[in-house]
């Protein structure tokens, strides 16, 4: 492994401090797919084969609420330091503000680790959800890699970096040894083409996709996303589609880095690490990855985005897809607009343009992605626009995404939602039932009172 | 009942991690083993955990454990005193947290659609084999780096004895 290691070691340090990177990865072995030179480098090989068991170095280790629960396992190591405090990166997100004291405590535990352990890339309650967070912080980009104890951590792959969600006793052990085992998965190609008809949002493109190929269609696989149907797809609504391939068993999901993701990675960068935007930007652009053209993939699909229809979710599973005009009149209680999947400006401009003027029926929960979408969402006017309509507004964090609080259901309740998962119990409630939808659908159903698309709106 | 028979549970296709371990306690409920054990299954099968018997199987259909990351969705089942879930597919976080747990989880289509709930099986670990019936299903043997963790009964003693 020799001297490609200690280059990957220097590489994986910079998410803390720069490192230049002068030596050339342009040599690989073989032709590759995008996932799989990610794994080869953070292995310290140049090459990787599907099926293949390889040990890698992650640059970034993501966990949130669970840190406390992670770190009494990492207490029962004999390690006792962790290797890279650089590469940890923690949010508080998924119960915030607490909302009881079991989960006060909870945070206090997390709070005492990151001191204890001077992690530096600390995200406070009220900053927001966890992989919202670290693309707006500039931790994560292309070339790099994530390994998360969240089953959403497919989302960086909108970076173009490689990242898969692990359980809590991996991160434990990576915590204390900085490596973990991985499988190289095959990789799943789906090529985009033409642009999204007005009224689809990548969410219907995504809902269709879990559809057509199954909750399992991409069980232990990468999926990487490439044509020219990805111009059209704005930054907001490529993480949807990368977020939500955790719904088709994906272990990774993967877009090229492109101007659009350029350009948005440089304006963020320039707001929340303007000391070092410059030179973290040439460290993505010196890291991005791209496949090979002559590189091996297990299926090949293609979609023609102007052929993708408003669908929807229907309990108790993701897969349970329908078109949204054939779902039939179902009345609403509560609409969630949030999580990591549709908690972002995109969306929630989605809903205020559909609100603007109007007067809910059913209740509206919005919960921003993060304090920076909040933030922009109010100063564009669309906080007030959703307030005005009757729309209640959350602290930015998980809310009631994996029910632990702040909206969860009663039983009998039907719940129209931006988030990723319907699953039985998945708000809190067995008895509930919860669609999913693209935001401005969950808008415009609050408005009806039952589930309709905004253009159906007298 | 020899050490090595095992009696069977059984369920459908996409049971998933909500139901195998709810949300609502994954902060609150983490490394009690009574407590993890109490709740496992709760939203599916509310028999399982009262009945459960040291030593028995779950077998199961497609994408078992597919959703959330959490680990007490392993956890709860090996404190309940289960050898193995035997499926015939799982969800990949699910299946790495029941190597990193020492829980076995076994990929086994073949066998799921022939065995009913009550009855019992064989776990054959040296040759990879379930036997049902007088009847041998194979599974994939897992890769040498990856059984040490399990045999270890977990990636946390795997590391605590690789550190000594
Ligand atoms: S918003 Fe929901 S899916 Fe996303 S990280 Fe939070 S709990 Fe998980």
Redesign the pocket.
């Known amino acids: 492994m020799g001297s490609v290691l200690a280059i990957s070691q220097d590489r994986l340090k910079s998410t803390g401090t720069e490192t230049k990177r002068d030596t050339a990865y342009g040599s690989f072995a073989m032709a590759m797919t995008a996932t799989e030179k990610l794994l080869a480098r953070a292995s310290g090989s140049s090459a990787a084969k599907p099926g293949e068991v390889l040990v890698i170095e992650p640059d970034v280790i993501l966990s ?1 609420d669970n840190t406390a629960a992670i770190a009494q396992l990492f207490e029962q190591l004999p390690h006792r330091r962790v290797k890279y405090p650089e590469r940890l990166a923690i949010t508080l ?2 119960a915030v503000p607490p909302p009881n004291p079991g989960h006060a405590r909870n945070h206090q535990a997390v709070r005492r680790f990151v001191r204890e352990h001077g992690i530096g890339n600390f995200y406070e309650v009220g900053r927001g ?3 919202q967070v670290l693309c707006e912080e500039g931790l994560v980009g292309p070339g790099l890699t994530l390994l998360g104890a ?3 951590s497919t989302h960086f792959g909108w970076l173009g970096a490689f990242s898969a969600g692990i359980g809590r006793s991996e991160v434990a052990a990576l915590w204390a040894t900085g490596e973990l085992w991985l499988r190289v998965p095959e990789t799943i190609r789906i090529r985009l083409s033409g642009e999204l008809k007005t009224g689809v949002t990548s969410k219907d493109l995504t809902i269709h996709l879990i559809g057509q190929l199954s909750s399992e269609g991409a069980s232990y696989k990468a999926v990487e996303f490439d044509g020219g149907g990805l111009n059209s797809l704005t930054p907001d609504s490529r993480a949807v589609l990368t ?1 939500m391939m955790a719904e088709m068993g994906a272990k990774n999901a993967w877009i090229a880095p492109d101007g659009v993701t350029w350009a948005w990675l440089e304006n963020i960068m320039r707001r929340t690490r303007a000391h070092d935007c410059r030179e973290r930007l040439a460290y993505f652009r010196d890291n991005a990855l791209y496949p090979d053209t002559d590189a091996d993939y297990a299926e090949d699909h293609h979609i023609r985005l102007g052929c993708i229809e408003p669908v929807i979710s229907c309990p108790q599973s993701v897969d349970n897809v329908l078109p949204l005009s054939e779902v039939g009149e179902i009345p609403v209680d509560l609409g969630f607009i ?4 549709n ?1 972002r400006l995109e969306d929630i401009a989605a809903a205020a343009e559909v609100l603007r003027g109007r007067k809910i029926r059913a209740r509206l929960l919005v919960i921003p ?1 993060s304090s920076m979408v909040l933030r922009d969402a109010s100063a564009a006017g669309y906080i007030a626009a959703l307030i005005d309509a009757g729309a209640t507004v959350g602290t930015p ?3 009631p ?2 029910g632990v609080h702040m909206g969860v259901l009663a039983p009998g309740e039907v719940c129209v939602s931006s ?3 319907n699953f039985r119990g998945r708000m809190g409630e067995p008895e509930a039932r919860i669609y999913l939808a693209n935001p401005a659908v969950v808008a415009a159903s609050c408005v009806a009172g039952h589930i309709i698309h905004p253009a159906d709106l007298l | 009942m020899s050490a090595n028979s095992h009696r069977i549970w059984k369920y459908g296709d996409d049971v998933n991690t909500d139901v195998i371990f709810p ?1 609502k306690y994954t902060y609150t409920v983490s490394h009690d083993p009574a407590e993890l054990a109490r709740h496992a299954l709760e939203d599916l099968d509310p028999q399982f955990a009262a009945n459960v018997r040291p030593g028995d199987v779950i077998v199961a259909g497609r994408n078992w454990g597919n959703g ?1 990351s959490r680990e007490q969705a392993v956890t709860c089942l090996a404190h309940a005193g289960l050898r193995a879930v035997i499926a015939s597919s799982f969800a990949r976080i699910y299946y790495r947290n029941a190597i990193n747990n020492g829980l076995l989880a076994i990929p086994c289509p073949e066998i799921v659609s022939v065995v009913s709930a009550g009855d019992v099986l064989e776990i054959d670990m040296e040759n990879a084999t379930l036997i049902w019936d007088g009847r041998e299903f194979g599974f994939p043997p897992l890769p040498a780096q990856v059984r040490d963790i399990l045999d270890a009964n977990g990636i946390i003693p795997y590391l605590q004895a690789k550190h000594l």
């Open positions: 949130h997100d998924h959800i966890c992989h969240d089953s959403h977020n949030g999580t990591c999947t908690g992605a964090g998980c809310g995404c994996m988030a990723n998962r | 949300g959330s």
